[in-house]
């Protein structure tokens, strides 16, 4: 079955310019996360919806950043005005609902690599 | 403080050895969630093994096991019979029941030595 997808896999844009970031979830999973990592690092929350709640932005950076889900399925991630600093890959990892336990694992995507010139 | 420390930047292994990765992790909630994720260098995230805080045994998955000490609040992951395709990026992993976040680690670098 088909996995967590994401486009475009690179992006390259200048400084200043807004981006938009696409993750396709497995089908029926009701959770879907954004994460940040930065060359040689660990994985920075950014934003998880579940299903038709309010999601949990906590993690974006500043008011440059949003996302939405459409239809409880795809998400997208936009950067505005966008910044060298804003150089990454921004994983998107969806997950059925978690149950008592909570242990239901992140499936991820493979990345979108941004480079901001 | 940080919800999840990996102290270990890089780790080596002679193949076939077997390695532990150290993990420890800090939450005040009795139900909790702890995953370990493999990322090769192709980028990919692969999910491992998962453990919850109830779970009396340690969790095994092929040559994946979790060595889990809850009073310690450590869960480290072992890799037995290391093969050369275990080298990568190794990520620990905590979910709370009574929130939405994983948190992750900073990481372990693993390269496995013939």
């Known amino acids: 079955g088909a996995g967590v997808s994401q486009s475009p896999s690179n992006k390259v844009t200048e400084k200043g310019k807004d981006v938009e970031l696409r993750c396709d979830p497995i089908s029926g999973h009701t959770a879907l996360y954004w994460y940040r990592q930065s060359l040689g690092q660990g994985l920075e929350f950014l934003i998880y919806f579940q299903g038709n709640s309010a999601p949990d932005k906590s993690g974006l950076p500043s008011d440059r950043f949003s996302a939405e889900r459409t239809g409880g399925s795809v998400s997208t991630l936009t950067i505005q005005r966008t910044q060298q600093e804003d150089s990454a890959v921004y994983l998107c990892a969806s997950s059925p609902r978690q149950g008592r336990q909570g242990n239901q694992p992140q499936h991820f995507g493979d990345g979108t690599r941004l480079s901001i010139l | 403080a940080q919800k999840i420390t990996q102290t270990q930047p890089g780790m080596f292994v002679q193949e076939k050895e077997a390695v532990t990765l150290d993990c420890t992790y800090d939450t005040s909630d009795q139900s909790y969630g702890l995953f370990w994720y493999k990322q090769p260098s192709s980028g990919e995230m692969i999910f491992l093994i998962y453990q919850g805080s109830y779970d009396e045994q340690n969790a095994t998955e092929g040559r994946y096991s979790l060595n889990f000490q809850k009073a310690r609040k450590s869960a480290n992951l072992v890799i037995s019979a290391s093969q050369l395709g275990d080298s990568a990026m190794y990520f620990c992993?905590?979910?709370?029941?009574?929130?939405?976040?994983?948190?992750f680690g900073t990481g372990t670098s693993l390269t496995v030595i013939p």
């Open positions: 992993a905590m979910r709370e029941y009574t929130g939405n976040q994983f948190y």
